[in-house]
């Protein structure tokens, strides 16, 4: 139980701070690697890491109450809700890995990271399904008007049903912006389930390697903006990607067209967007993904009534929290065990650098 709460059954964080006593306890004696969780993560991980580390829980997940505690940790396990900074990296001297609980690493400053031979690493795999799946149920349940006809009939204005207002997928235009692992299943579900065309824009993949029948892949990006009834967003946070998303590409887009960003909020400009909304340059939007998280409740995107959105949740599924958890957990082990992770953007930077030192160190000698 945490010193706030008075009834032990209902505390969340119980089942945790047990755990994190009896790891303590066994370990007496033991030199267990300290790993920090900037916030609760499922069973399945804590399992994965009994006996074999000593468990640390911030209690909030702020820079400042995970700074403090990552002083002393050797890998942190990561979630979204804390941006790891170069400060927090260099004040950290015994860390050796962050862990992410998923594939998104912009909130790890990755080059200071580096910099410090801390390890970076993610989950990629187990949630690209479910994401696709989201992006495509929100372009679903947009075109259907399924929240107002749900609040209509609830009310009993059963006539809403002659405002025909539900438009079909079948035949309308995706255009895909970033065709990588989740991208590509939405082209999938889009085109063999819904009977739907799709456009991509990514400059990084060649048409060579798309073995998706039916993709058009574009090389013009306001081609795709133009054209598309449906824009859905599926690349990493960049330099490049960043506000890639603003006023000058909505006035492009077709008044009727839906955009749905399940990949990073910072893609698109928000204040861009609500104005693209108001004036009717785009007919609405469907938002897992904010520029800040968790969003200011007065967000004036939530004042507008052609706009769903969902808490950054497309890729917690009953089916993939655990292993999102397990594999986070699992991959802060490999990497103090000395070993490679299966997805690191900087493991192989830091082993050329350790490498090029051991060698320097010998040709001084
Ligand atoms: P991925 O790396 O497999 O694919 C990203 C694609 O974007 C690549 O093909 C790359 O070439 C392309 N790209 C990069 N820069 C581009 C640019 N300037 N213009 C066009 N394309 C560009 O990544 P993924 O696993 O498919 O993930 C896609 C996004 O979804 C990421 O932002 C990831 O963080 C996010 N994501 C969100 C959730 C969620 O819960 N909402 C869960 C998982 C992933």
């Not at 107002?148 to 995706?174: C, H, I, M, W």
């Not at 204040?271 to 004036?300: M, S």
Request: with cysteine; net charge negative; proline share 4%.
């Amino acid at each position: 139980m945490c010193r706030s709460c008075t009834n032990e059954q209902s505390c969340k964080l119980a089942p945790y701070n047990y755990l994190r006593s009896r790891l303590r306890s066994r370990q007496q004696g033991n030199s267990l690697h300290k790993i920090l969780l900037s916030e609760p993560i499922d069973e399945a991980g804590l399992k994965v890491l009994e006996g074999r580390a000593e468990i640390v829980i911030s209690p909030d997940p702020s820079e400042e109450s995970v700074g403090k505690l990552l002083k002393d940790a050797d890998a942190l396990i990561l979630r979204t809700a804390t941006r790891v900074t170069a400060d927090m990296i260099k004040a950290a001297s015994s860390l050796k890995v962050i862990s992410r609980t998923g594939g998104g690493l912009s909130n790890i400053d990755i080059e200071a990271a580096t910099e410090h031979n801390v390890v970076v690493c993610g989950v990629k795999g187990p949630q690209d399904r479910f994401v696709a799946e989201h992006a495509v149920l929100m372009m679903g349940a947009l075109a259907k008007r399924f929240s107002y006809l749900d609040e209509q009939t609830r009310k009993g204005n059963f006539k809403s049903r002659f405002e025909y207002l539900p438009d079909g997928l079948a035949g309308k235009r995706v255009g895909l912006i970033g065709l990588g692992r989740i991208g590509r299943i939405v082209a999938d579900i889009c085109i063999k389930g819904f009977n739907m065309e799709v456009w991509a824009y990514d400059p990084y993949v060649d048409a060579a390697s798309i073995v998706l029948d039916g993709v058009v892949l574009s090389d013009n990006l306001n081609e795709v903006l133009k054209t598309a009834d449906f824009l859905s967003l599926h690349v990493p946070a960049t330099e490049e990607t960043i506000g890639l998303i603003g006023k000058d590409q909505f006035t492009l887009m077709k008044p009727t067209a839906f955009i749905i960003n399940t990949s990073r909020g910072e893609v698109i400009r928000e204040a861009d967007l609500v104005e693209a909304l108001k004036n009717g340059h785009i007919a609405g939007a469907g938002l897992d993904v904010f520029e800040k998280e968790p969003p200011d409740p007065q967000n004036q995107l939530f004042q507008l009534e052609n706009v769903l959105v969902t808490p950054h949740s497309a890729a917690l599924t009953k089916q993939t929290v655990a292993k999102l958890a397990e594999g986070a957990a699992e991959n802060a082990l490999i990497v103090l065990e000395g070993k490679k992770p299966p997805y690191s953007p900087n493991w192989d930077i830091i082993q050329d650098k350790k490498q090029t030192h051991v060698e320097s160190k010998a040709i001084s000698h």
